[in-house]
Protein backbone atom coordinates (compact mmCIF):
# COMPACT_ATOMS: atom_id res chain seq x y z
CA UNK A 1 0.00 0.00 0.00
CA UNK A 2 2.21 3.23 -1.10
CA UNK A 3 1.22 6.36 0.56
CA UNK A 4 1.06 9.77 -1.26
CA UNK A 5 3.28 12.01 1.70
CA UNK A 6 6.65 10.76 3.24
CA UNK A 7 5.98 9.26 6.61
CA UNK A 8 7.49 11.48 9.39
CA UNK A 9 5.42 10.03 12.34
CA UNK A 10 5.05 7.38 14.48
CA UNK A 11 1.58 7.14 15.07
CA UNK A 12 -0.27 4.16 14.38
CA UNK A 13 -3.51 5.50 12.37
CA UNK A 14 -2.64 6.34 8.55
CA UNK A 15 -5.77 8.35 7.18
CA UNK A 16 -7.72 7.64 3.62
CA UNK A 17 -6.37 10.84 2.29
CA UNK A 18 -2.97 10.08 2.67
CA UNK A 19 -3.07 7.23 0.87
CA UNK A 20 -2.84 6.47 -2.84
CA UNK A 21 -6.04 4.13 -4.06
CA UNK A 22 -4.93 0.93 -4.91
CA UNK A 23 -5.83 -0.59 -8.49
CA UNK A 24 -7.74 -3.48 -7.06
CA UNK A 25 -10.21 -3.66 -4.22
CA UNK A 26 -8.71 -4.89 -1.23
CA UNK A 27 -10.86 -6.39 1.39
CA UNK A 28 -11.42 -4.52 4.82
CA UNK A 29 -8.56 -5.89 7.32
CA UNK A 30 -6.20 -6.94 4.92
CA UNK A 31 -2.80 -7.01 6.54
CA UNK A 32 -0.87 -5.26 3.94
CA UNK A 33 3.18 -3.62 4.17
CA UNK A 34 2.88 0.28 3.62
CA UNK A 35 5.57 2.00 1.35
CA UNK A 36 5.86 5.67 1.62
CA UNK A 37 5.89 8.09 -1.48
CA UNK A 38 9.75 7.87 -1.80
CA UNK A 39 9.53 3.96 -2.09
CA UNK A 40 10.34 3.48 1.29
CA UNK A 41 8.97 0.39 3.70
CA UNK A 42 7.66 1.90 6.46
CA UNK A 43 5.40 -0.39 8.54
CA UNK A 44 3.12 -3.46 8.42
CA UNK A 45 -0.67 -3.28 9.29
CA UNK A 46 -4.39 -3.39 8.69
CA UNK A 47 -5.71 -2.04 5.58
CA UNK A 48 -9.50 -0.83 5.34
CA UNK A 49 -10.32 1.47 2.65
CA UNK A 50 -14.14 1.84 3.67
CA UNK A 51 -12.57 3.53 6.84
CA UNK A 52 -11.16 6.83 7.54
CA UNK A 53 -8.51 5.54 9.39
CA UNK A 54 -7.46 3.40 6.19
CA UNK A 55 -4.22 2.05 7.42
CA UNK A 56 -3.32 0.77 11.29
CA UNK A 57 0.00 0.13 11.48
CA UNK A 58 1.15 -2.43 13.87
CA UNK A 59 5.07 -3.03 13.22
CA UNK A 60 7.86 -1.01 11.71
CA UNK A 61 10.07 -4.00 11.84
CA UNK A 62 10.45 -5.51 8.52
CA UNK A 63 10.94 -9.13 9.50
CA UNK A 64 8.07 -9.01 11.87
CA UNK A 65 4.97 -11.06 10.62
CA UNK A 66 1.25 -10.14 11.98
CA UNK A 67 0.55 -14.01 12.98
CA UNK A 68 -0.58 -15.92 15.52
CA UNK A 69 3.38 -15.44 17.31
CA UNK A 70 2.37 -11.71 16.84
CA UNK A 71 -0.36 -11.73 18.87
CA UNK A 72 0.66 -14.12 21.39
CA UNK A 73 3.34 -11.87 22.41
CA UNK A 74 1.90 -8.53 22.41
CA UNK A 75 -0.72 -10.24 24.54
CA UNK A 76 1.32 -11.69 27.27
CA UNK A 77 3.48 -8.09 27.17
CA UNK A 78 0.06 -6.49 28.13
CA UNK A 79 -1.19 -8.92 30.13
CA UNK A 80 2.27 -9.14 32.28
CA UNK A 81 2.24 -5.28 32.50
CA UNK A 82 -0.94 -5.54 34.77
CA UNK A 83 -0.43 -8.68 36.81
CA UNK A 84 2.91 -8.15 37.49
CA UNK A 85 4.20 -4.31 37.17
CA UNK A 86 1.19 -3.00 38.31
CA UNK A 87 -0.31 -5.72 40.37
CA UNK A 88 -3.60 -5.12 40.03
CA UNK A 89 -4.45 -8.79 41.47
CA UNK A 90 -3.90 -7.39 44.56
CA UNK A 91 -6.58 -4.99 44.69
CA UNK A 92 -9.12 -6.15 41.95
CA UNK A 93 -10.41 -9.18 39.74
CA UNK A 94 -11.59 -6.62 36.98
CA UNK A 95 -9.68 -4.51 34.94
CA UNK A 96 -8.26 -3.72 31.63
CA UNK A 97 -6.00 -6.33 29.65
CA UNK A 98 -5.28 -4.76 26.20
CA UNK A 99 -5.87 -0.59 25.85
CA UNK A 100 -5.51 -0.88 21.85
CA UNK A 101 -2.98 1.52 20.83
CA UNK A 102 -1.11 1.50 24.15
CA UNK A 103 -0.36 -1.81 24.01
CA UNK A 104 0.60 -1.91 19.99
CA UNK A 105 -2.64 -3.24 19.08
CA UNK A 106 -4.91 -1.02 17.72
CA UNK A 107 -8.62 -1.82 16.80
CA UNK A 108 -8.48 -3.77 20.36
CA UNK A 109 -9.73 -3.61 23.86
CA UNK A 110 -9.80 -6.33 26.03
CA UNK A 111 -11.25 -6.02 29.84
CA UNK A 112 -11.39 -8.81 32.24
CA UNK A 113 -14.40 -9.16 35.06
CA UNK A 114 -13.57 -11.96 37.14
CA UNK A 115 -13.48 -15.07 35.37
CA UNK A 116 -15.00 -13.37 32.49
CA UNK A 117 -12.64 -12.28 29.26
CA UNK A 118 -14.61 -9.55 27.43
CA UNK A 119 -13.06 -8.36 24.02
CA UNK A 120 -14.08 -5.31 21.96
CA UNK A 121 -13.15 -5.43 18.37
CA UNK A 122 -12.73 -1.59 16.64
CA UNK A 123 -11.24 -2.50 13.34
CA UNK A 124 -11.90 -5.04 10.83
CA UNK A 125 -8.47 -6.17 10.56
CA UNK A 126 -8.83 -7.64 14.39
CA UNK A 127 -11.95 -8.84 14.44
CA UNK A 128 -10.67 -11.19 11.25
CA UNK A 129 -7.73 -11.99 13.62
CA UNK A 130 -10.22 -13.08 16.41
CA UNK A 131 -9.45 -16.66 16.44
CA UNK A 132 -5.57 -15.74 17.07
CA UNK A 133 -6.75 -13.36 19.73
CA UNK A 134 -9.10 -16.12 21.68
CA UNK A 135 -6.03 -18.33 21.61
CA UNK A 136 -3.65 -16.16 23.08
CA UNK A 137 -5.94 -15.19 25.86
CA UNK A 138 -7.09 -18.40 26.86
CA UNK A 139 -3.14 -19.70 27.07
CA UNK A 140 -3.23 -16.51 30.22
CA UNK A 141 -7.08 -17.40 31.44
CA UNK A 142 -7.81 -21.45 30.61
CA UNK A 143 -11.08 -21.45 32.89
CA UNK A 144 -12.75 -18.35 31.55
CA UNK A 145 -15.63 -17.47 29.27
CA UNK A 146 -15.01 -15.27 26.32
CA UNK A 147 -17.60 -12.93 24.77
CA UNK A 148 -16.59 -10.54 22.17
CA UNK A 149 -18.86 -7.50 20.32
CA UNK A 150 -18.40 -4.48 18.27
CA UNK A 151 -20.72 -1.27 18.80
CA UNK A 152 -22.42 -1.21 15.47
CA UNK A 153 -21.59 2.64 14.25
CA UNK A 154 -17.81 0.53 14.56
CA UNK A 155 -19.24 -2.28 12.03
CA UNK A 156 -20.35 0.70 9.77
CA UNK A 157 -17.47 2.54 10.26
CA UNK A 158 -14.95 -0.31 9.20
CA UNK A 159 -17.38 -2.33 7.51
CA UNK A 160 -17.65 -5.71 8.96
CA UNK A 161 -20.40 -7.82 10.46
CA UNK A 162 -19.57 -8.73 13.92
CA UNK A 163 -21.69 -11.40 15.18
CA UNK A 164 -21.05 -11.87 18.79
CA UNK A 165 -21.65 -15.12 20.68
CA UNK A 166 -24.53 -15.64 23.54
CA UNK A 167 -23.71 -12.92 26.12
CA UNK A 168 -22.70 -14.52 29.24
CA UNK A 169 -24.64 -14.51 32.41
CA UNK A 170 -23.92 -11.30 34.61
CA UNK A 171 -21.13 -11.96 37.76
CA UNK A 172 -19.36 -10.08 40.44
CA UNK A 173 -16.37 -8.54 40.41
CA UNK A 174 -14.12 -6.87 43.46
CA UNK A 175 -12.54 -3.58 43.72
CA UNK A 176 -11.05 -2.30 46.90
CA UNK A 177 -13.07 -4.63 48.74
CA UNK A 178 -16.52 -3.08 46.94
CA UNK A 179 -18.43 -5.91 44.77
CA UNK A 180 -19.89 -5.01 42.06
CA UNK A 181 -22.31 -7.18 39.68
CA UNK A 182 -21.50 -6.97 35.82
CA UNK A 183 -23.55 -7.99 33.01
CA UNK A 184 -21.24 -8.15 29.63
CA UNK A 185 -23.43 -8.25 26.68
CA UNK A 186 -25.38 -5.04 28.04
CA UNK A 187 -25.28 -1.87 26.52
CA UNK A 188 -22.94 -0.70 29.07
CA UNK A 189 -19.60 -1.16 26.82
CA UNK A 190 -18.04 -4.42 27.87
CA UNK A 191 -19.78 -4.30 31.40
CA UNK A 192 -18.27 -2.10 33.73
CA UNK A 193 -16.23 1.16 33.32
CA UNK A 194 -13.14 0.13 35.43
CA UNK A 195 -11.32 3.21 34.29
CA UNK A 196 -12.87 5.23 37.09
CA UNK A 197 -11.87 2.52 39.97
CA UNK A 198 -9.29 4.82 41.56
CA UNK A 199 -10.91 7.70 41.15
CA UNK A 200 -13.81 6.12 42.87
CA UNK A 201 -11.33 5.55 45.67
CA UNK A 202 -10.66 9.06 45.85
CA UNK A 203 -14.09 10.27 46.30
CA UNK A 204 -15.09 8.20 48.83
CA UNK A 205 -12.57 9.56 50.74
CA UNK A 206 -14.55 12.76 51.27
CA UNK A 207 -17.60 11.57 51.98
CA UNK A 208 -17.60 10.16 55.86
CA UNK A 209 -20.66 11.23 57.21
CA UNK A 210 -21.85 13.83 54.36
CA UNK A 211 -24.69 13.80 52.10
CA UNK A 212 -23.60 12.71 48.43
CA UNK A 213 -25.59 13.10 45.11
CA UNK A 214 -23.78 10.93 42.39
CA UNK A 215 -24.82 12.35 38.80
CA UNK A 216 -25.00 9.84 35.97
CA UNK A 217 -24.69 7.31 38.08
CA UNK A 218 -24.86 4.22 35.53
CA UNK A 219 -24.67 1.10 37.51
CA UNK A 220 -23.70 2.53 41.15
CA UNK A 221 -19.73 2.57 40.84
CA UNK A 222 -19.40 6.31 43.03
CA UNK A 223 -22.51 5.91 45.20
CA UNK A 224 -21.79 2.67 46.20
CA UNK A 225 -17.94 3.69 46.83
CA UNK A 226 -19.48 6.79 48.88
CA UNK A 227 -21.53 4.54 50.81
CA UNK A 228 -19.98 1.28 51.49
CA UNK A 229 -15.93 2.54 51.31
CA UNK A 230 -16.17 5.93 52.28
CA UNK A 231 -19.31 5.92 54.83
CA UNK A 232 -21.74 8.56 53.35
CA UNK A 233 -24.31 9.47 55.99
CA UNK A 234 -26.86 9.17 52.80
CA UNK A 235 -26.68 9.20 49.08
CA UNK A 236 -28.74 9.54 46.13
CA UNK A 237 -28.11 8.18 42.57
CA UNK A 238 -29.23 9.66 39.55
CA UNK A 239 -29.52 8.42 35.78
CA UNK A 240 -32.04 8.52 33.01
CA UNK A 241 -30.97 4.46 32.27
CA UNK A 242 -33.60 2.39 34.09
CA UNK A 243 -31.21 -0.78 33.20
CA UNK A 244 -28.51 1.04 34.71
CA UNK A 245 -30.53 2.27 37.68
CA UNK A 246 -31.38 -1.45 38.18
CA UNK A 247 -28.27 -2.62 38.21
CA UNK A 248 -27.16 0.20 40.45
CA UNK A 249 -29.86 -1.23 43.34
CA UNK A 250 -28.66 -4.96 42.59
CA UNK A 251 -25.07 -3.31 43.33
CA UNK A 252 -26.54 -1.59 46.33
CA UNK A 253 -27.82 -4.68 47.95
CA UNK A 254 -24.52 -6.79 47.53
CA UNK A 255 -22.91 -4.47 49.58
CA UNK A 256 -25.57 -3.97 51.94
CA UNK A 257 -26.20 -0.65 51.77
CA UNK A 258 -29.06 1.55 51.49
CA UNK A 259 -28.71 4.02 48.40
CA UNK A 260 -31.52 5.95 47.18
CA UNK A 261 -31.13 5.96 43.44
CA UNK A 262 -33.88 8.06 40.93
CA UNK A 263 -34.66 7.34 37.12
CA UNK A 264 -34.88 10.99 35.71
CA UNK A 265 -32.98 13.73 33.20
CA UNK A 266 -30.54 15.49 35.58
CA UNK A 267 -31.38 19.07 33.62
CA UNK A 268 -34.95 18.61 34.76
CA UNK A 269 -34.30 17.00 38.18
CA UNK A 270 -31.58 19.60 39.14
CA UNK A 271 -33.41 22.52 37.61
CA UNK A 272 -36.23 21.23 39.88
CA UNK A 273 -34.48 20.94 43.06
CA UNK A 274 -32.52 23.88 42.94
CA UNK A 275 -35.10 26.37 44.27
CA UNK A 276 -35.70 24.33 47.09
CA UNK A 277 -32.08 25.30 48.49
CA UNK A 278 -31.35 21.66 48.00
CA UNK A 279 -27.32 21.07 48.85
CA UNK A 280 -24.93 18.09 49.04
CA UNK A 281 -21.30 18.12 50.94
CA UNK A 282 -20.05 16.01 48.04
CA UNK A 283 -20.90 15.94 44.04
CA UNK A 284 -20.06 14.12 41.37
CA UNK A 285 -20.54 14.32 37.50
CA UNK A 286 -19.94 11.51 35.08
CA UNK A 287 -21.76 11.73 32.08
CA UNK A 288 -21.52 9.33 29.07
CA UNK A 289 -19.56 10.16 25.97
CA UNK A 290 -20.83 13.16 24.29
CA UNK A 291 -19.97 12.84 20.93
CA UNK A 292 -17.72 11.19 18.56
CA UNK A 293 -17.60 13.41 16.01
CA UNK A 294 -14.74 16.20 15.97
CA UNK A 295 -17.89 18.68 14.24
CA UNK A 296 -20.10 18.51 17.05
CA UNK A 297 -17.08 18.98 19.70
CA UNK A 298 -18.53 22.76 20.45
CA UNK A 299 -21.99 21.58 21.05
CA UNK A 300 -20.26 19.29 23.49
CA UNK A 301 -18.51 21.69 25.72
CA UNK A 302 -22.08 23.64 25.58
CA UNK A 303 -23.54 20.90 27.13
CA UNK A 304 -20.80 20.44 29.17
CA UNK A 305 -21.10 23.53 30.71
CA UNK A 306 -24.62 23.97 30.61
CA UNK A 307 -24.48 20.64 33.51
CA UNK A 308 -21.95 21.84 35.61
CA UNK A 309 -23.73 25.15 36.01
CA UNK A 310 -26.34 23.03 37.82
CA UNK A 311 -24.92 20.83 39.56
CA UNK A 312 -22.54 23.47 40.91
CA UNK A 313 -25.50 25.13 42.57
CA UNK A 314 -26.46 21.83 44.46
CA UNK A 315 -22.77 21.42 46.29
CA UNK A 316 -22.94 23.23 49.43
CA UNK A 317 -20.04 25.91 50.24
CA UNK A 318 -16.79 24.24 51.45
CA UNK A 319 -18.04 20.87 49.42
CA UNK A 320 -16.18 18.74 47.34
CA UNK A 321 -17.31 18.52 43.39
CA UNK A 322 -15.80 15.69 41.37
CA UNK A 323 -17.00 16.31 37.22
CA UNK A 324 -15.44 14.20 34.33
CA UNK A 325 -15.32 13.97 30.63
CA UNK A 326 -14.68 10.72 28.87
CA UNK A 327 -15.21 12.57 25.41
CA UNK A 328 -11.59 11.93 23.87
CA UNK A 329 -12.19 14.86 21.66
CA UNK A 330 -12.63 17.34 23.56
CA UNK A 331 -9.09 18.15 25.23
CA UNK A 332 -8.09 18.70 29.14
CA UNK A 333 -7.47 22.59 28.56
CA UNK A 334 -11.07 22.55 26.57
CA UNK A 335 -12.52 20.90 29.39
CA UNK A 336 -11.46 23.05 32.05
CA UNK A 337 -12.54 26.28 30.07
CA UNK A 338 -15.86 24.96 29.72
CA UNK A 339 -15.62 24.30 33.67
CA UNK A 340 -14.36 27.73 34.24
CA UNK A 341 -17.37 29.04 32.30
CA UNK A 342 -19.93 27.29 34.10
CA UNK A 343 -18.65 27.91 37.37
CA UNK A 344 -19.01 31.89 36.80
CA UNK A 345 -22.01 31.52 35.25
CA UNK A 346 -23.41 29.65 38.63
CA UNK A 347 -21.52 32.02 40.67
CA UNK A 348 -19.53 29.54 42.41
CA UNK A 349 -15.36 29.70 42.83
CA UNK A 350 -13.59 26.10 41.99
CA UNK A 351 -10.31 25.28 43.41
CA UNK A 352 -9.21 22.77 41.45
CA UNK A 353 -6.71 20.77 44.06
CA UNK A 354 -6.46 17.35 41.74
CA UNK A 355 -6.70 16.33 38.27
CA UNK A 356 -7.03 12.37 36.95
CA UNK A 357 -7.57 10.68 34.35
CA UNK A 358 -8.21 6.46 33.70
CA UNK A 359 -6.65 3.66 36.38
CA UNK A 360 -3.12 2.73 34.83
CA UNK A 361 -4.73 -0.31 33.41
CA UNK A 362 -5.43 2.26 30.80
CA UNK A 363 -2.03 3.89 29.44
CA UNK A 364 -1.42 6.04 26.49
CA UNK A 365 1.19 7.03 24.62
CA UNK A 366 3.06 10.22 24.35
CA UNK A 367 2.92 9.78 20.32
CA UNK A 368 -1.25 8.92 20.36
CA UNK A 369 -2.76 11.37 22.80
CA UNK A 370 -6.12 10.32 21.59
CA UNK A 371 -5.14 7.55 23.83
CA UNK A 372 -5.55 10.10 26.56
CA UNK A 373 -9.25 10.13 27.07
CA UNK A 374 -10.80 10.32 30.57
CA UNK A 375 -10.77 13.56 32.54
CA UNK A 376 -11.58 14.04 36.13
CA UNK A 377 -11.01 17.20 37.97
CA UNK A 378 -11.95 17.42 41.73
CA UNK A 379 -12.59 20.78 43.39
CA UNK A 380 -13.56 22.44 46.38
CA UNK A 381 -16.32 24.82 45.65
CA UNK A 382 -17.53 28.31 47.38
Not at 208 to 230: E, M
Not at 257 to 281: H, K, M, S
Not at 374 to 382: G, P, Q
Request: glycine share 8%; hydrophobic share 40%; proline share 5%.
Amino acid sequence: MRLKIERRTSHPWIFQKMVEKPAQRIAPGTIVDIIDNRGQWVGRGFYNGHSRIALRVLTSQPHEAIDQTFFARKLAAAITFRRETLRLDDVTNAYRLVHAEADGLSGLVVDRFADTIVIEFFSAGMYKKRTAILEALRSHFPGARFYYFAEEHVGKQESFDCRPPPPPPPGVIREHGVKFRVAPGSKHKTGFFVDQRDNRKTFADFCQGKRVLDICCNTGGFSVYAKALGGAAEVIGLDLDEQAIELAKQNAKLNHVIIRYIQADLFTWLRDVIPNGEYFDAVVLDPAKLTRDRADVPAALRKYCDMNRLALQVVKPGGVFLTCSCTGLVSEAEFLESLRRAAWQAGRTLQVFKIAGAAPDHPFLLNVPEGRYLKAVFCRVE
